[in-house]
Nanobody
């Protein structure tokens, strides 16, 4: 079993920045993929970004150039640096850890972009 704990959400003005963190604990396999999804009110959950244990990254087109995903393997922690935030980035952000055919989700952290 894997437990994911997210932190770093909050309220920010348009154009501002936030950094999300997600710490994983439990039965972590060395080779895995970690990432972030988000779900806005009335919309389906969507992929934001992923990063492999080797450091390869992937981003949704909507966040390319504004968001940066990174990880510290020694701490089993993944980060999402979000810059130039827009109102449409408002959502609950969920951390995901994928290993050995299983997906584990965090509880979610709210990000609200509003003036």
């Amino acid at each position: 079993q894997v437990l994911l704990v997210e932190s770093g959400g909050g309220l920010v003005q348009p154009g501002g920045s936030l950094r999300l963190s997600c710490a994983a604990s439990g039965s972590i396999f060395t080779i895995n993929v970690m990432g972030w999804h988000r779900q806005a009110p009335g919309k389906e959950r969507e992929l934001v970004a992923t990063i492999t244990s080797g450091g390869s990254t992937m981003y949704a087109d909507s966040v390319k150039g504004r968001f940066t995903i990174s990880r510290e393997n020694a701490k089993n922690t993944v980060y999402l640096q979000m810059n130039s935030l827009k109102a449409e980035d408002t959502a609950v952000y969920y951390c995901i850890e994928m290993q050995l055919g299983h997906n584990y989700w965090g509880q979610g952290t709210q990000v609200t972009v509003s003036s």
